[in-house]
């Protein structure tokens, strides 16, 4: 026969994430996570960390679709939050309309979008964003193959190109940066939403080019190396210091998340986000990733507590925009 406290500790036992009160069992509320592969370490971090904090209590998801599968999956109404690694577009805004879905816009660190070569590549160390655009255009496929075509001191060898896939932000950002417009681009690369496996392309071929996120780049220092880019002051590598005082220029870039404004009025959506907001300098930090000021943070939470939806992005890709100037003003729907 069971006493009293076998009883009582019955009651409150936790199993998977699932807890039992008195013989019925209640499923831990979860956290929907999707998007971009950039974003996904700052995220999973902060995921972790929170979980912990929870008990076991909340449970959090994080998936990575890149950031236009994710802002599907978002606008269909069926994520909480979306990883974002440049704005909501006009399409995908529209997308989320029709949806009747409203969200909250935060950034939540800077990235150094960072072009990589393989570490016996010693003749293109530096390379300027006119050479960028001639080798990623559209015009270029089928035509610039070799690297001598770029700079006739360089090998007249086959460049074999690595970057993310059409649906990243990453893929838009750099597009948009170099060539002129999102989604711009030759078609003839190595494309992937999985970093790891553009890093292993550039790593196993002497003869590599690609790029995505800084994380991705400098836990992998030993395997591939950054070219400093030079878009008209010299070549600069993406560091803490050439982000923060914008001499990398003009691949560094602000990561969002975007919150469903109906999943907001749940208890454990704004415990986490409080979480990610109040925690984001130590944990952007700890994944190698370039914090925002405490007052985007502060001002991320008054909009999430004020439900201030819509986003401050004209353009698309947040080329070259001050942050915490952008915030104070009103969203656009």
């Given at each position: 026969?069971?006493?009293?406290?076998?009883?009582?500790?019955?009651?409150?036992?936790?199993?998977?994430?699932a807890a039992v009160f008195s013989g019925v069992i209640q499923a831990s509320p979860i956290v929907k996570i999707?998007?971009?592969?950039?974003?996904?370490?700052?995220?999973?971090?902060?995921?972790?960390?929170?979980?912990?904090?929870?008990?076991?209590?909340?449970?959090?998801?994080?998936?990575?679709?890149?950031?236009?599968?994710?802002?599907?999956?978002?606008?269909?109404?069926?994520?909480?939050?979306?990883?974002?690694?440049?704005?909501?577009?006009?399409?995908?805004?529209?997308?989320?309309?029709?949806?009747?879905?409203?969200?909250?816009?935060?950034?939540?660190?800077?990235?150094?979008?960072?072009?990589?070569?393989?570490?016996?590549?010693?003749?293109?160390?530096?390379?300027?964003?006119?050479?960028?655009?001639?080798?990623?255009?559209?015009?270029?496929?089928?035509?610039?193959?070799?690297w001598n075509q770029i700079d006739s001191t360089w090998p007249d060898k086959r460049i074999k190109l690595y970057?993310?896939?059409?649906?990243?932000?990453?893929?838009?950002?750099?597009?948009?940066?170099?060539?002129?417009?999102?989604?711009?681009?030759?078609?003839?690369?190595?494309?992937?939403?999985?970093?790891?496996?553009?890093?292993?392309?550039?790593?196993?071929?002497?003869?590599?080019?690609?790029?995505?996120?800084?994380?991705?780049?400098?836990?992998?220092?030993?395997?591939?190396?950054?070219?400093?880019?030079?878009?008209?002051?010299?070549?600069?590598?993406?560091?803490?210091?050439?982000?923060?005082?914008?001499?990398?220029?003009?691949?560094?870039?602000?990561?969002?998340?975007?919150?469903?404004?109906?999943?907001?009025?749940?208890?454990?959506?704004?415990?986490?986000?409080?979480?990610?907001?109040?925690?984001?300098?130590?944990?952007?930090?700890?994944?190698?990733y370039f914090p925002l000021s405490k007052t985007i943070y502060d001002l991320n939470l008054d909009h999430l507590?004020?439900?201030?939806?819509?986003?401050?992005?004209?353009?698309?890709?947040?080329?070259?925009?001050?942050?915490?100037?952008?915030?104070?003003?009103?969203?656009?729907?």
């Amino acid at each position: 026969m069971l006493n009293s406290f076998h009883l009582k500790t019955l009651t409150t036992v936790i199993i998977a994430g699932a807890a039992v009160f008195s013989g019925v069992i209640q499923a831990s509320p979860i956290v929907k996570i999707d998007g971009s592969s950039t974003v996904f370490p700052i995220t999973e971090a902060v995921a972790e960390d929170f979980q912990i904090s929870k008990r076991g209590a909340v449970r959090v998801t994080v998936g990575i679709s890149g950031t236009g599968g994710g802002f599907r999956k978002f606008c269909r109404d069926e994520i909480d939050i979306v990883n974002a690694s440049r704005p909501i577009t006009p399409s995908e805004m529209e997308a989320c309309k029709q949806q009747g879905v409203q969200y909250i816009e935060m950034p939540i660190a800077y990235d150094a979008l960072t072009v990589v070569i393989n570490p016996k590549n010693n003749w293109s160390k530096t390379i300027t964003i006119a050479q960028l655009k001639k080798i990623w255009e559209p015009e270029a496929q089928g035509k610039i193959m070799n690297w001598n075509q770029i700079d006739s001191t360089w090998p007249d060898k086959r460049i074999k190109l690595y970057g993310p896939g059409a649906d990243s932000g990453t893929f838009e950002y750099f597009t948009e940066a170099v060539v002129g417009k999102a989604k711009s681009s030759r078609g003839d690369f190595t494309a992937s939403e999985d970093d790891n496996i553009l890093v292993q392309g550039v790593a196993s071929d002497h003869y590599a080019l690609g790029f995505f996120g800084f994380a991705y780049y400098i836990e992998n220092v030993k395997k591939i190396a950054a070219a400093a880019v030079d878009s008209g002051d010299g070549g600069v590598l993406p560091s803490v210091a050439t982000v923060e005082n914008n001499s990398y220029k003009p691949l560094s870039r602000p990561i969002f998340i975007y919150v469903n404004a109906k999943s907001a009025n749940k208890d454990e959506i704004v415990d986490f986000v409080n979480f990610y907001m109040k925690n984001a300098t130590e944990l952007v930090t700890e994944v190698k990733y370039f914090p925002l000021s405490k007052t985007i943070y502060d001002l991320n939470l008054d909009h999430l507590n004020k439900k201030k939806t819509g986003t401050f992005f004209e353009h698309g890709t947040g080329v070259n925009v001050k942050l915490e100037e952008l915030l104070k003003q009103e969203p656009r729907l």
